[in-house]
Structures are given as structure tokens and as C-alpha cells.
């Protein structure tokens, strides 16, 4: 049973509006990171968080912001969705960089 | 060149047969070595970790770890029509974060 929880699991939203994708997870991990992966294509970082208060920006340059609040919280924002935001969003946590992520089930954006 | 490289593949084998999927890296000091599954549309799933040279079993499942080689390979043996996905390697390097390869998309034919 996972133990990391994207929500919504699929979201069509249109131009311009604002979004939250949520990520929590329970069990007690520092570190929690955001990927970005179109359909057969490699994963990308766009966030990640060490722990609370403390958040960075990956490898991809990413018009989205987040927040770490609580250590099982680590929600991302998009201030404006535009169709070029059209993609599957990868929650990920773990318990040290030396130990393999575990990994939410992802939300599929699509901005019409 | 790329952090983390893998064949693009596509990668077919016969059912039952051994699949040998291979990964280098560029950073030497490199410690922990992972293989995730990732199904059509579905989020990675860890497999296989592996932190020191020579091999590590777990069912069906062989990685192998060559750190002067720089090279990481996993093995499927007796390869199933379930095991159709793409495998991804990733590393843990000097900053502690996890650079995934661009994955190999493995075919069991039946």
C-alpha cells in the first residue's frame, strides 16, 4: 500500500487558471522532490526539499512554485496554467539520498 | 555526455529468455545504484538497489555493480510478458540527489 498520495490523479483545467497538486506522505521523510515526465520521456527535477522550510529548484526550469510547511506536506503551485504545462507531475519522497525514492502515483495535467 | 546513460532500446526478448539491461555513469564517486520499473503511464517502482561491486540477487532479479567500470546492469531472468516496461537507472552521486537515466523500454514477446 503506498505510502505517498498525489491528488487529483487527473486534472483538465483551462488557460490561466491557478493550480495545486498536493503530495503527502506518511512516512516521516526529509526529503521530497517534484519530477516533471511527458508521455515516453525521461524524468526531469523541478523541486525539491530537504525539509521543512527549506525547498530548491531542480535541473528543469519550472514556471511552478512549492511550499514545505510540514515535513508530510509538499504541495506545487502553478500561478497560471498554460497548455505548455500539459504533463504528468511525479511526487517522489525517501528517508536519505542514499536510499531509493518511493514514488506518489502522479497527477496528469492537461491545459486546454 | 550525460550523467546517467542507458540504451533507449526498444529492447525485445522472447518469453523465458534473459533480459540484460545496461547503465554507465560519469560520476565517479558514486555510491548507490537503483533500478526502477515504470509500466505505460504509471509512476517508477523500485526494484533493485544495489550499493557495492558484484552482484545482488532478489528472484528473478540479478543487479551487477563495476564502480572502476563505472557500469551497472540488471538481468531478468526468465523473462516474462509482465516484465514489458521501461527499467530506469539511477545513481546517487556526489550531491546526494538521484539522476535517473532517460530508461530502456524492455518487449517480452509471448
Known amino acids: 500500500e503506498a505510502d505517498i498520495y498525489q491528488t487529483p490523479r487527473y486534472l483538465v483545467i483551462g488557460t490561466g487558471k491557478k493550480i495545486t497538486l498536493e503530495c503527502s506522505q506518511t512516512?516521516?521523510?526529509?526529503?521530497m522532490y517534484w519530477y516533471q515526465q511527458d508521455p515516453g520521456m525521461e524524468l526531469h527535477l523541478i523541486h525539491y526539499?530537504?525539509?521543512?522550510?527549506?525547498?530548491e529548484k531542480g535541473d528543469l526550469s519550472s514556471e511552478s512554485t512549492v511550499s514545505r510547511i510540514r515535513t508530510e506536506h509538499f504541495p506545487l503551485t502553478l500561478e497560471s496554467a498554460r497548455p505548455s504545462h500539459t504533463s504528468q507531475y511525479l511526487c517522489?519522497?525517501?528517508?536519505?539520498?542514499?536510499?531509493?525514492?518511493?514514488f506518489g502515483s502522479g497527477t496528469r495535467l492537461t491545459v486546454v | 555526455q550525460k550523467e546517467v546513460e542507458q540504451n533507449s532500446g526498444p529492447l525485445s526478448v522472447p518469453e523465458g529468455a534473459i533480459a540484460s539491461l545496461n547503465c554507465t555513469y560519469s560520476?565517479?564517486?558514486?555510491?548507490?545504484f537503483f533500478w526502477y520499473r515504470q509500466y505505460s503511464g504509471k509512476s517508477p517502482e523500485l526494484i533493485m538497489s544495489?550499493?557495492?561491486?558484484g552482484d545482488k540477487e532478489d528472484g528473478r532479479f540479478t543487479a551487477q555493480l563495476n564502480k572502476a567500470s563505472q557500469y551497472v546492469s540488471l538481468l531478468i531472468r526468465d523473462s516474462q510478458p509482465s516484465d514489458s516496461a521501461t527499467y530506469l537507472c539511477?545513481?546517487?552521486?556526489?550531491?546526494?540527489?538521484?539522476?535517473f537515466g532517460s530508461g530502456t523500454q524492455l518487449t517480452v514477446l509471448p
Open positions: 517522489a519522497s525517501s528517508e536519505s539520498g542514499d536510499r531509493g525514492f518511493e
Open positions: 512516512m516521516g521523510h526529509d526529503k
Open positions: 526539499s530537504y525539509g521543512v522550510n527549506s525547498t
Open positions: 560520476d565517479r564517486v558514486s555510491q548507490s
Open positions: 544495489i550499493y557495492s561491486n
Open positions: 539511477a545513481v546517487s552521486g556526489s550531491a546526494r540527489q538521484l539522476t
